[in-house]
T-cell receptor, first 113, second 111 residues
Framework: DGGITQSPKYLFRKEGQNVTLSCEQNLNHDAMYWYRQDPGQGLRLIYYSQIVNDFQKGDIAEGYSVSREKKESFPLTVTSAQKNPTAFYLC????????????FGPGTRLTVL | GDSVTQMEGPVTLSEEAFLTINCTYTATGYPSLFWYVQYPGEGLQLLLKATKADDKGSNKGFEATYRKETTSFHLEKGSVQVSDSAVYFCALSDRGDKLIFGTGTRLQVFP
């Protein structure tokens, strides 16, 4: 089955440590996205990539970094510079077309202790 | 800039009640409009979509009509079930590269 996988589902880290969240898709989609979701808030865009080896900052990129070395993979690193990293992180991909429909992974809940 | 406004929740209903979740938008162009649903602890799933004025999106008994004159895309269902309990997000895509989401509306359906 085609889809998006994120791992791990739950992640715990100590304050000051960098952590990398995995996102893989086998939908052959060019565009991929990372969102952050906090309780009572909508999704906020962290970074997105429309093609391999290229990515752009979203609305809340500070304290995060990404890479896009392969079409199917778009890992997100939460650095120690991110002031409040505890959140639910969602990865999505988009195959283009007129609808611009995004497909989402199951999410990773990061808790920084 | 573009934005989406949803009614605040939670919306609490009894099973078989009629559901409306309001969504209005602001956009400079002619956006595509979406409703996504998020069940507890999961990612978002596309529920329905519409790409131009007067289009009606529908899926699993849910419907929403793209109203350009009122810049709205309200979600409706005639008879909700307990299994419909989730958070519903309205979203728009204007430039074809990013989605802009509302803050989400939690629906709670009781038997």
């Amino acid at each position: 089955d085609g889809g998006i996988t994120q791992s791990p589902k739950y992640l715990f880290r100590k304050e000051g440590q960098n952590v990398t969240l995995s996102c893989e898709q086998n939908l052959n989609h060019d565009a991929m996205y990372w969102y952050r979701q906090d309780p009572g808030q909508g999704l906020r865009l962290i970074y997105y990539s429309q093609i391999v080896n290229d990515f752009q900052k979203g609305d809340i990129a500070e304290g995060y970094s990404v890479s896009r070395e392969k079409k199917e993979s778009f890992p997100l690193t939460v650095t120690s510079a991110q002031k409040n990293p505890t959140a639910f992180y969602l990865c999505a991909s988009n195959g283009g077309g007129s609808y611009n429909e995004q497909f989402f992974g199951p999410g990773t809940r990061l808790t920084v202790l | 800039g573009d934005s989406v406004t949803q009614m605040e929740g939670p919306v609490t209903l009894s099973e078989e009640a009629f559901l409306t979740i309001n969504c209005t938008y602001t956009a400079t162009g002619y956006p595509s409009l979406f409703w996504y649903v998020q069940y507890p602890g999961e990612g978002l799933q596309l529920l329905l979509k519409a790409t131009k004025a007067d289009d009606k999106g529908s899926n699993k008994g849910f419907e929403a009509t793209y109203r350009k004159e009122t810049t709205s895309f309200h979600l409706e269902k005639g008879s909700v079930q307990v299994s419909d309990s989730a958070v519903y997000f309205c979203a728009l895509s204007d430039r074809g590269d990013k989605l802009i989401f509302g803050t989400g509306t939690r629906l709670q359906v009781f038997p």
